[in-house]
């Protein structure tokens, strides 16, 4: 199945970039280009792209505002792609921000060119994505910055011993496939258990699930 893509980034060269890239890639089509957030949120709701590489610092309007846009749109707009979101700052502030606006994921500008390819395959798989670096500074910042909530904690006492122990290994960065070769089991089985962890927790996606088996003591950052 192809994956259709629009990219977002008010730097030229480097939205021409990634397109090129993507574009030379079996199984990716680029719908098209936008230099900014209001352009991105247009031409995403006309040409209707699967996946939307989202820049985080444009002027007008931002890569966090134009995320919340495509992935809560007002009522009778159908179509919302997913957000995989771009960032040359390992640390950047507007991480939770984006995160909170419905993106799928996040991914550095440095990373290498296999990343980005893959990356987009596996956010239009329905996985929430983020870069190894991107999940460390992550838990760091939640750590420092987040208050500690018991509501979700609490309902990990519905989760049965192997679901607790994927949602650890959720929670520290791991595909289904890392999963299922590091418990000896099944990639469907592992598909299968965290759908169930996803639904007794009342999770949207990966990016949900790791801050949650933080927030519930289950993973900390790396020192």
Request: net charge negative; glycine share 6%.
């Amino acid at each position: 199945m192809t994956i259709s893509v629009l990219v977002v980034d008010d730097q030229a060269m480097v939205r021409a970039g990634f397109a090129a890239i993507l574009a030379a890639q079996d199984g990716i089509d680029v719908l098209g280009q936008a230099s900014d957030g209001a352009e991105g949120v247009e031409l995403a709701r006309r040409l209707r792209p699967d996946v939307v590489l989202m820049d985080v610092r444009m002027p007008g309007m931002n890569g966090i505002d134009a995320t919340r846009e495509l992935v809560h749109p007002s009522r009778g707009e159908p179509h919302r792609p997913l957000v995989l979101v771009l960032t040359t700052f390992d640390a950047d502030e507007y991480v939770y921000d984006a995160l909170a606006a419905g993106a799928s994921g996040f991914l550095l500008k440095d990373a290498p060119l296999d990343d980005l390819v893959h990356a987009v395959r596996v956010v239009a798989a329905g996985e929430a994505l983020l870069a190894p670096r991107v999940t460390k500074r992550l838990l760091e910042r939640f750590a420092t910055q987040r208050p500690a909530t018991s509501s979700r904690a609490l309902l990990l006492a519905d989760l049965t011993e192997r679901e607790r122990e994927i949602l650890v290994l959720i929670g520290r960065g791991m595909s289904n496939a890392e999963i299922a070769a590091q418990l000896f089991i099944a990639e469907q089985t592992v598909k299968t258990h965290v759908s169930r962890i996803f639904t007794k927790l009342g999770l949207r996606d990966r990016v949900q699930a790791v801050i949650l088996a933080f927030d519930a003591g289950l993973v900390e950052p790396a020192p």
